[in-house]
């Protein structure tokens, strides 16, 4: 889960196990309890709004045409658990940036979703049953749980001293591809319900890929950046630097750096003083 800006909105990514199915519930559920027994809330700032994107982890190159299918049940899981807005993913992004096609193709998703399907029109069609109830008590549970294990380490900044967060994501990662590759998790078309061909890898007729102009023009526009203002650039990195080390809050002054210092200047800074992660396995 990832809070981002003041609007208090969350983001989600929504895969196909049954607990995806409640995740918007949970989170409505946790949050209206923490803002208003610790913080003292009202009950607007007790209401959580929530961004769902479909599961990129799901999408897969061979049988890419199968993808969309997956994003359609998983943009019902999102519509189904009352997400406030939604991004379903193309078919091809297993391979490649999104064609013109096939985000329509994704927009279509949603769309025939909400503009044919009878059921979406009601606004808590899955409200009351028995499953949706126990996997909502069952998820969170599990989530406060996790909550805790992350409060023993000294809250989310302690346990990233540890790198516990990374670890975890890491670990699950690992698990479903043990999983996917052994069999024991089907995937139709992948490891499961191959194709007389063998389900292979098909590369959409357009794949987007930049063309030379546009890479240099890229290029001459991060030369002009730095052209710019090269002292301010300088003063805006040693900033940064100074207040990492310092282990202060540095969003504000990444906001003031992205306006005369590129991505890679600010980069290489921060690995100056805090070095460069290396995946620990």
Request: glycine share 6%.
């Amino acid at each position: 889960i990832n809070a981002f800006g003041p609007n208090l909105s969350f983001f989600f990514s929504n895969g196909i196990d049954p607990e995806y199915s409640v995740i918007g519930r949970v989170a409505r559920k946790i949050w209206s309890k923490a803002l208003k027994n610790k913080y003292g809330a009202n009950e607007r700032a007790q209401m959580l709004k929530y961004h769902i994107q479909t599961s990129g982890r799901s999408l897969h190159a061979q049988e890419i045409d199968f993808n969309d299918i997956r994003t359609t049940l998983q943009a019902l899981y999102a519509i189904y658990d009352n997400c406030n807005s939604l991004h379903t993913n193309a078919y091809d992004e297993a391979i490649t940036t999104p064609t013109e096609e096939s985000v329509r193709r994704a927009m279509a998703i949603q769309l025939i979703i909400n503009k044919e399907l009878g059921l979406a029109k009601n606004e808590n069609p899955i409200q009351g049953s028995f499953i949706i109830e126990e996997l909502t008590d069952l998820v969170e549970d599990a989530v406060l749980q996790e909550f805790d294990r992350i409060t023993e380490r000294g809250g989310v900044l302690g346990a990233m001293e540890t790198m516990y967060q990374r670890s975890k994501i890491q670990e699950e990662s690992l698990y479903y591809e043990t999983l996917k590759h052994n069999g024991s998790f089907p995937i139709i078309g992948v490891n499961t319900f191959l194709s007389s061909k063998g389900s292979p890898t098909v590369v959409p007729a357009e794949v987007i890929r930049a063309t030379e102009e546009e890479k240099q023009f890229q290029i001459k526009t991060k030369e002009t950046l730095h052209k710019a203002d090269f002292e301010e650039e300088k003063v805006q990195l040693e900033k940064i630097q100074e207040i990492a080390v310092q282990n202060e809050n540095i969003f504000e002054a990444l906001m003031e750096a992205t306006k005369v210092c590129s991505l890679g200047q600010i980069t290489d800074a921060l690995f100056e003083v805090g070095g460069q992660y290396r995946r620990n396995m």
